[in-house]
């Protein structure tokens, strides 16, 4: 099962080398990482995707919580969060194909970003399921390369984890 961790640090360097030596030196895998300042520019936002393929989360947590420059961690399940990633893509395009390309990045809620003689670059921003569903669709045009974020995550309703 897939944990989302959403972990609020102090603002200055290092801090991410401290998290990312953490889940190294234990041998735990990240699927997805992103950092981001937030409303308080002391503070960031560490977002963790993990796979808690053997009941490691409750010592990943405990872990972090250790580092001294963690002020606040929360695991989500996915049912309490909206979660989105950012994919940009390029596809082999040519006159005939780049209708259909364009059409079928709209009804995939993708927009066209750059169009040169011989390809389309796609911007969606979704959930990794339908970035993938994307990647699908476009993938018997020739995909010339792919780029994605890390995930990033907000509580749903008024939750918000904060520093109090």
Same mark, same amino acid.
């Given at each position: +099962?897939?944990?989302?961790? &959403?972990?609020?640090?102090?603002?200055?360097?290092?801090? $991410?080398?401290?998290?990312?030596? !953490?889940?190294?030196r234990r041998g735990?895998?990240?699927? /997805? !990482?992103?950092?981001?300042?937030?409303?308080?520019? @002391?503070? &960031?936002?560490?977002? %963790?995707?993990?796979?808690?393929?053997?009941?490691?989360?409750?010592?990943?947590?405990?872990? !972090?919580?250790?580092? %001294?420059?963690?002020?606040?961690?929360?695991?989500?399940?996915?049912?309490?969060?909206? &979660?989105?990633? $950012? +994919?940009?893509?390029?596809? /082999?395009?040519?006159?005939?194909?780049?209708?259909?390309?364009?059409?079928?990045?709209?009804?995939?809620?993708?927009?066209?970003?750059?169009?040169?003689? /011989?390809s389309m670059t796609?911007?969606?921003?979704?959930?990794?399921?339908?970035?993938?569903?994307?990647?699908?669709? +476009?993938?018997?045009?020739?995909?010339?390369?792919?780029?994605?974020?890390?995930? %990033? @995550? !907000?509580?749903?309703?008024?939750?918000?984890?904060?520093?109090?």
């Amino acid at each position: +099962m897939k944990h989302t961790l &959403s972990v609020l640090v102090e603002n200055h360097a290092g801090v $991410l080398s401290r998290i990312s030596g !953490l889940f190294a030196r234990r041998g735990f895998n990240i699927d /997805s !990482l992103a950092v981001g300042t937030t409303a308080d520019p @002391a503070v &960031s936002c560490v977002t %963790i995707v993990v796979d808690d393929k053997e009941n490691e989360i409750e010592q990943i947590n405990k872990q !972090l919580n250790k580092l %001294i420059d963690v002020i606040k961690l929360k695991d989500f399940v996915p049912e309490e969060i909206v &979660s989105r990633e $950012l +994919m940009l893509l390029k596809v /082999s395009a040519t006159d005939q194909s780049r209708s259909r390309i364009a059409e079928l990045a709209s009804l995939a809620g993708a927009k066209v970003a750059d169009i040169t003689r /011989s390809s389309m670059t796609l911007e969606c921003c979704d959930t990794p399921d339908r970035l993938e569903n994307l990647l699908e669709l +476009m993938r018997p045009f020739g995909l010339k390369r792919v780029v994605r974020t890390g995930t %990033i @995550a !907000l509580e749903k309703g008024n939750e918000q984890l904060t520093i109090d």
